[in-house]
């Protein structure tokens, strides 16, 4: 998908308030363990929990709607989270939130994420 010309370029308020929802993120999940194997680490496990987590808030039922969620905030999402990959798939989704324990970090907000199926 085309990316247009480059970074969003961010207006002080937006600047402070992608600060904010950085830290957020990086303090609530920094230490939460990877189960992946390191040559399937593509998209950062941060990135995952966050989009999963802010798309389920949003009204996301599904992972192919977490992705539909993921590329229609990119660019917001871009401002705050690492996305060298773009975003992940429907099923990247799936089978990392499959292998998330609740009781490993990652708490409630997504312990009923690997039940679903599309």
Do not use: C, N
Not at 47 to 69: H, K
Not at 72 to 96: C, M, N
Request: aromatic share 8%; charged share 20%.
């Amino acid at each position: 998908m085309a990316q247009g010309f480059g970074k969003r370029v961010l207006k002080p308020q937006e600047q402070r308030e992608a600060k904010i929802l950085k830290q957020s993120v990086l303090k609530h999940f920094q230490d939460l363990e990877d189960p992946r194997v390191e040559r399937g680490q593509h998209h950062p496990l941060v990135s995952l929990v966050s989009i999963a987590i802010l798309a389920t808030l949003a009204g996301a039922d599904s992972f192919v709607a977490i992705e539909r969620y993921g590329i229609a905030k990119q660019s917001w999402l871009e401002t705050f989270l690492e996305l060298p990959y773009g975003i992940p798939s429907h099923d990247t989704f799936g089978r990392v939130m499959a292998m998330l324990s609740p009781a490993g970090g990652v708490g409630e907000a997504v312990s009923g994420l690997g039940q679903w199926h599309e």
